[in-house]
């Protein structure tokens, strides 16, 4: 075979022309960047997606942008071939997801009012129609379907074959037979990739090389942790009666999906514990290939989902079908520029959904590299929230077991990922089991969510949608916190020291806020871009002219890290990721400041260490800084202590506290103390899509200082476009017994104008509350428009009655805070 014609340079090579390879090398190519090359290692389609079973569905999500991306792909596959001539084998049958247990059935419902908000034409309909649309299913133990009438099957390979002729004749390049062995970089930028038929220099490289895109990608240093897994589906012989036009069925509560292929039935499997394949690496001629199926593993499975359409036992087995598919350890693609590199973008590990978000997830890609930041929120799969680690041989194969077995399983609120536990422990972990902790994975370590009283009896994890049996201790902890003292280990949060003569400098261009005021005090701020959306949500502490303390969340980490690292240029400022240096304990609540003045000889009293200071201050044996600042809404302190002076810190706190009543409190009662505060969470309920005005947050932002800030003028545009049309807005339920938790659609006036991103339970408040995003539908949202509207909240199809306030309904003058 002759040598291809490769170019010496390019302006983005894309690797792997799977369906996601070929879908972002078309949308670039539409979005005017021609010059794209796509490099093959064998031939398009021949890893995973050859072998997809072309599932299309809009159904099931709870995240905007997954549902969004579904929507884009349907359409996409319905009209390309109008484009390019080449059919993608969409074909609008219909899809129908059963539930047979009362969990599902809550689940489905609350998923549906959600996917109908994001423009899905998703209808609860009766076992009968269930029936009536699947006549070979049985029946009789279905509570409910969900049925897309649009949504239905594509054939993956023409689909990827319809994006690559596409992309051709918008101009770009697309070559098989060329592997790409490594990516060349200089000074921490991509610079090209190399071939066997020598060097592409690139500005841009997008790895999309599927299940090889972690190996491809640790060969320069970039940590993409995706695994493949055994993938089943098994395909019967002919099934009398069965026409290509049946819509494809559901229930994840047999394991199992049906569609008809061939004349026969097609039943897909996604098992509750599942077998990771090759965690050592793939083999580099792994081409349209298949693994040996597993009968015994998968024989109870297969079982279960052949008794949903119980023909299928009686026709014969044509074949069962293994192909590897990859996974990733909290089930959502890794997805964005990579942090180790600039310019090194990945779009991998799609978790089974590869070929129903594939074209959406092309268009995301392509507007991220071509404007520099992506136009949906990333939040939730930006390759920046999974850590190094995760990508060892035996995270990977211990964590994925569990992941495919995810797909199907009742999506709980509080789950947390019951595989590859323990892997950070913060330096009161023994400390915390002691007294009763119950810990939950928070990015890796292990948080204390909530606490067993000692005498208490103990209490499994029960999951359901309703209230759990420590209710009642969490409600403790939160009545500590507001009425008494708590103690909190949040060591997991990001913490990093920046230091040089023009550390504040730099801050300060990054902040929104003064953060260069005066020395010992902390400035809470947001971090935006040049659109001025939100980048960060975090704090940074003034320890002195040349010294400052940077503290995020757990899964802003690298984000934070990455942003700042990137805007260092030549100046004299340093940044040490100091997260495992120091433990961090809060104190919180109005008694706060007696147990901690019992510790310490500093002077705490309100004139002396007022709000906002920060201190290095004397603790028992230990010294350890200081900082006055809540984030719960109560007169606190956060403590960062040498990690080996944490635990002596700890003991004096929990003596000293026990005269007061100290009780220990987790992060279930955090999050119910900071949205009665109406407090926001990073990448729960703002994001990268919000402005900082529309998040509320203009409080926090300084348009007088006079160097201004990245993103100045976009707010300044925002500002000047008048009152705002969408914002953030605190909703409370006033019935006390429903629960919130995510997604559920809020109303004004009967029309729905947002969705929960966010919630707990106000156990001050007396309901269940939350933060919604409000879309005013072209009427100014302030409070007026808030009072003289009916609001209500819908809950698995019930509506209920709720108060919607701009200001916090827990203390918002902040009296308690500055007491
Ligand atoms: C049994 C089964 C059923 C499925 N059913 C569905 C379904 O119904 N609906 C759905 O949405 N999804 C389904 N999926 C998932 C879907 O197939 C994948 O998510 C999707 O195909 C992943 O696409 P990709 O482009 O990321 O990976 P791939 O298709 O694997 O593409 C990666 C490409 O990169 C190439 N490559 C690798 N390394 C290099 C290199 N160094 N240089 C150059 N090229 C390289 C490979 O040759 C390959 O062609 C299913 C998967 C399986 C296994």
């Given at each position: 075979m002759p040598a291809p014609a490769l170019?010496?340079?390019?302006?983005v090579v894309v690797i792997g022309g799977g369906i996601i390879g070929t879908s972002i090398a078309y949308h670039l190519a539409h979005l005017g960047w021609k010059d794209v090359t796509l490099l093959e290692r064998?031939?398009?389609?021949?890893?995973?997606?050859?072998?997809?079973?072309g599932l299309m569905v809009t159904?099931?999500?709870?995240?905007e942008t997954s549902t969004e991306m579904r929507k884009y792909t349907r359409d996409l596959y319905g009209r390309l071939e109008a484009e390019?001539?080449?059919?993608?084998?969409?074909?609008?049958v219909g899809f129908i997801e059963v539930a047979c247990d009362h969990d599902r059935l809550e689940e489905y419902r609350r998923v549906s009012a959600f996917n109908r908000h994001c423009g899905v034409d998703v209808q609860e309909i009766s076992p009968r129609q269930v029936k009536e649309l699947f006549p070979l299913a049985r029946t009789e133990d279905v509570l409910a379907g969900f049925y897309v009438k649009e949504d239905g099957r594509a054939n993956p390979v023409d689909a990827s074959m319809a994006l690559a002729k596409g992309a051709r004749m918008q101009g770009a390049r697309i070559l098989e037979g060329?592997?790409?062995t490594g990516v060349t970089h200089k000074r921490g930028v991509v610079t090209g990739v190399d071939t066997p038929f020598g060097h592409v220099g690139a500005d841009v490289v997008v790895?999309?090389?599927?299940?090889w895109a972690r190996q491809l990608g640790a060969r320069s240093g970039v940590s993409i942790p995706n695994q493949a897994a055994e993938h089943y589906y098994l395909i019967t012989e002919k099934v009398p009666?069965?026409?290509?036009s049946h819509p494809v069925l559901e229930d994840p509560g047999s394991y199992g999906y049906f569609r008809e292929e061939v004349g026969g039935l097609m039943i897909g499997l996604f098992e509750a514990r599942c077998a990771p394949w090759n965690v050592g690496g793939i083999p580099?001629?792994?081409?349209f290939g298949e693994i040996p199926p597993d009968w015994d593993r998968m024989g109870p499975y297969l079982e279960k989902a052949m008794s949903r359409v119980p023909i299928s036992l009686e026709v014969g087995v044509k074949k069962l079908f293994c192909g590897p598919e990859s996974f990733t350890p909290d089930l959502q693609p890794i997805v964005g520029e990579a942090p180790e590199l600039k310019n090194y973008f990945v779009a991998a590990g799609?978790?089974?959904?590869g070929i129903l978000t594939g074209g959406g997830l092309g268009r995301v890609m392509a507007h991220w590299i071509v404007n520099g930041r992506?136009?949906?929120?990333?939040t939730g799969f930006n390759?920046?929230?999974?850590?190094?680690?995760?990508?060892?041989p035996e995270y990977r194969r211990t964590r994925t077991v569990e992941s495919l077995g995810m797909?199907?399983?009742?999506?709980?609120?509080?789950r947390s990922m019951q595989?590859?536990?323990?892997?950070k422990h913060s330096a009161l972990h023994e400390r915390l089991a002691a007294q009763g902790a119950r810990f939950k994975d928070v990015s890796g370590w292990e948080g204390a969510d909530w606490f067993l009283p000692k005498g208490a009896a103990p209490q499994g994890e029960v999951l359901s949608w309703k209230r759990q049996p420590w209710f009642d201790h969490w409600r403790e902890e939160h009545r500590a916190a507001r009425e008494g003292v708590i103690l909190m280990d949040m060591s997991f949060m990001a913490k990093f020291l920046v230091q040089g003569r023009d550390a504040g400098r730099i801050l300060n261009q990054l902040?929104?806020?003064?953060?260069?005021?005066?020395?010992?005090q902390i400035t809470y701020t947001q971090w935006l871009n040049e659109g001025g959306t939100l980048e960060a949500d975090l704090t940074v502490t003034k320890?002195?002219?040349?010294r400052y303390w940077v503290v995020a969340s757990d899964t802003a980490h690298r984000h934070v890290e990455t942003w700042m690292r990137r805007r260092?240029?030549?100046?004299?400022a340093f940044v040490t990721d100091v997260t495992s240096g120091y433990a961090q304990l809060n104190v919180q609540g109005p008694k706060s400041r007696a147990l901690l003045q019992a510790v310490t000889?500093?002077?705490?009293s309100n004139d002396a260490f007022p709000f906002r200071a920060a201190r290095e201050v004397d603790l028992g044996f230990a010294r350890a800084l200081c900082v006055r600042i809540t984030y719960l809404g109560e007169l606190g302190y956060e403590l960062y202590i040498p990690t080996e002076q944490a635990v002596h810190v700890y003991d004096r706190l929990v003596a000293a506290g026990a005269p007061l009543g100290l009780r220990h409190a987790g992060l279930k009662a955090l999050a119910s103390l900071r949205l009665e505060k109406g407090y926001r969470d990073y990448g729960h309920?703002?994001?990268?899509?919000?402005?900082v005005l529309e998040a509320g947050l203009?409080?926090?932002?300084?348009?007088?200082?006079?160097?201004g800030f990245i993103g100045k003028e976009a707010v300044l545009a925002l500002k000047a476009?008048?009152?705002?049309?969408?914002r953030l807005v605190q909703v409370l339920l006033t019935d006390p017994d429903p629960l919130l938790f995510h997604a559920e659609i809020v109303r004004r006036d009967q029309k729905a104008v947002g969705y929960v991103r966010a919630a707990s339970y106000g156990f001050t408040l007396g309901g269940a509350v939350g933060l919604a995003m409000i879309d005013g539908g072209g009427e100014v949202i302030d409070q007026a428009h808030l009072d003289s509207g009916t609001w209500e909240v819908e809950i698995a199809n019930r509506r209920y009655p709720a108060r919607a306030s701009?200001?916090?309904?827990?203390d918002p003058e902040m009296k308690r805070i500055k007491s």
């Open positions: 170019p010496t340079h390019t302006r064998s031939r398009l389609t021949s890893g995973t997606t050859w072998h997809a079973a159904f099931g999500s709870t995240s390019t001539g080449q059919d993608t084998g969409f074909r609008p060329v592997p790409v790895n999309c090389a599927g299940m009666g069965l026409l290509p580099d001629d792994f081409s799609l978790n089974s959904i992506p136009d949906v929120d990333v390759i920046d929230r999974l850590q190094v680690y995760q990508s060892n797909v199907y399983q009742c999506h709980y609120p509080y595989t590859a536990r323990g892997a902040s929104s806020n003064d953060v260069d005021g005066p020395a010992g320890l002195d002219d040349e260092l240029g030549d100046a004299h000889s500093a002077d705490l309920d703002i994001d990268n899509t919000d402005s203009g409080f926090a932002v300084d348009l007088k200082k006079p160097d476009r008048g009152p705002l049309r969408r701009l200001k916090p309904l827990y």
